[in-house]
């Protein structure tokens, strides 16, 4: 089976600019959850989707948005970037509240 | 003050010690997570607990719900074992169970 995937893996914005960032899950996984890591907060917990519904969402404002698609393939989008924005963003697919498989990752540099 | 409490945040030891990382939190949780990232920051799931002990190859992960406390264990430790340990709950709220929260992780050194 592949793995999950992200797509960019890299990616430079402005400030001010927005993002949509991409995550396939594993087949047949229907559970995305997205999660922030910096050096100073670590690994944050942003959202988490099953069948397309979010079920549960982090302590982040509401310029961090995601949505999952029929497909289970999911994206999340922040808007007027901030330069604390920039950090490495991951997503995890599983099957329900299961253990989690982590793609590798989108590195966003902010300017 | 964080609610998963890892310890130690360092810890550099000889290949082929017996290697020991603690994890605590302070309120319920449905389950237990150990992750493991390499540099370059590839997150491997190691386990995941809600009672009693796991094993897989030389890894060991125990967990004491009474006591809310988890221990990773690496017996026969090797270079290849450096990397940042890192445990995570699904804690329990009033709509069910929440995502995730991440300790700060466990930055291990295996000399030759």
Do not use: N
């Given at each position: 089976k592949a793995g999950v995937t992200q797509t960019p893996r890299y990616l430079i914005k402005t400030r001010g600019q927005q993002v949509t960032?991409?995550?396939?899950?594993?087949?047949?996984?229907?559970?995305?959850?997205?999660?922030?890591?910096?050096?100073?907060?670590?690994?944050?917990?942003?959202?988490?989707?099953?069948?397309?519904?979010?079920r549960n969402k982090g302590n982040f404002p509401g310029r961090f948005s995601g949505r999952q698609f029929s497909n289970s393939r999911s994206e999340m989008n922040v808007s007027t970037l901030e330069l604390g924005d920039s950090a490495l963003y991951l997503c995890a697919s599983s099957l329900g509240a299961a253990e989690q498989y982590f793609g590798p990752g989108t590195r966003l540099t902010v300017t | 003050k964080n609610e998963v409490e890892q310890s130690p945040q360092n810890l550099t030891a000889?290949?082929?010690?017996?290697?020991?990382?603690n994890c605590s939190y302070s309120v319920g949780i449905s389950a237990l997570h150990w992750l493991q990232q390499h540099p370059g920051g590839g997150i491997v799931s190691l386990f995941m607990l809600s009672s009693g002990k796991k094993k897989h190859g030389r890894l060991i992960a125990t967990i004491n719900i009474q006591e809310k406390h988890s221990s990773l264990h690496i017996t026969a430790s090797h270079?290849?074992?450096?990397?940042?340990?890192?445990?995570?709950?699904?804690?329990?709220?009033?709509?069910?169970?929440?995502?995730?929260?991440?300790?700060?992780?466990?930055?291990?050194?295996?000399?030759?």
């Open positions: 960032l991409s995550c396939s899950p594993i087949s047949g996984h229907r559970s995305v959850s997205w999660y922030q890591q910096t050096p100073g907060q670590g690994l944050q917990f942003l959202f988490e989707y099953f069948s397309e519904t979010q | 000889q290949e082929g010690e017996f290697i020991t990382i270079p290849r074992d450096s990397a940042v340990y890192i445990c995570a709950v699904r804690m329990y709220s009033g709509g069910g169970a929440d995502g995730l929260t991440f300790g700060k992780g466990t930055h291990l050194i295996i000399q030759p």
